[in-house]
């Protein structure tokens, strides 16, 4: 692989793992609005989603979200919900980033993790990553991000 490719290959890693983004908005809206979504709500597995199927979930993502428990979610109550998530996913990926765990995210604290992403994509270990190693990746971290949905919901 040329040098050049290997760089955007190691920046586009790094920023996609700095970021905390796994999947593109895009990519995840249509991976959630179709198999996910299915897998999740389809309560009795025939392949369609009824009413009474999305209810109980909906229901229960109110009931979190309602911190004083009310019965109503205001604006502030949706704002914390959300900062909470947030805060909850850049705390894992900083202390993934954080190799010594001191607090501080360093340039070689990040290299060092691009380094390790590189090597798990270079399966063949030839110094450059295909793109039949690529899609075995993404494919990997979709089924992540799948546990990672399954664990909030």
Avoid: C, Y
């Avoid at 920046?11 to 970021?19: D, L, N």
């Avoid at 009795?44 to 009824?50: A, E, S, W, Y």
């Avoid at 340039?107 to 295909?130: H, L, P, Y």
């Amino acid at each position: 692989m040329q040098k050049k490719t290997k760089t955007l290959v190691i920046a586009a890693a790094a920023i996609a793992a700095v970021s905390g983004v796994a999947l593109s908005a895009n990519a995840a809206f249509k991976q959630w609005g179709g198999g996910m979504m299915m897998r999740h709500m389809d309560a009795n597995g025939d392949g369609k989603v009824t009413r009474a199927e999305i209810m109980p979930r909906i229901t229960k993502r109110f009931d979190r979200v309602d911190a004083n428990n009310d019965g109503q979610v205001t604006k502030e109550e949706v704002s914390e919900h959300v900062r909470k998530r947030v805060a909850k996913r850049v705390g894992f990926m900083f202390d993934r980033f954080d190799g010594n765990s001191d607090g501080i995210m360093t340039k070689a604290e990040i290299g060092s993790q691009v380094d390790k992403f590189f090597t798990r994509m270079d399966t063949d270990k030839n110094g450059e990553v295909s793109r039949e190693e690529m899609g075995a990746f993404r494919d990997a971290m979709r089924a992540h991000m799948r546990k990672f949905f399954d664990q909030e919901n």
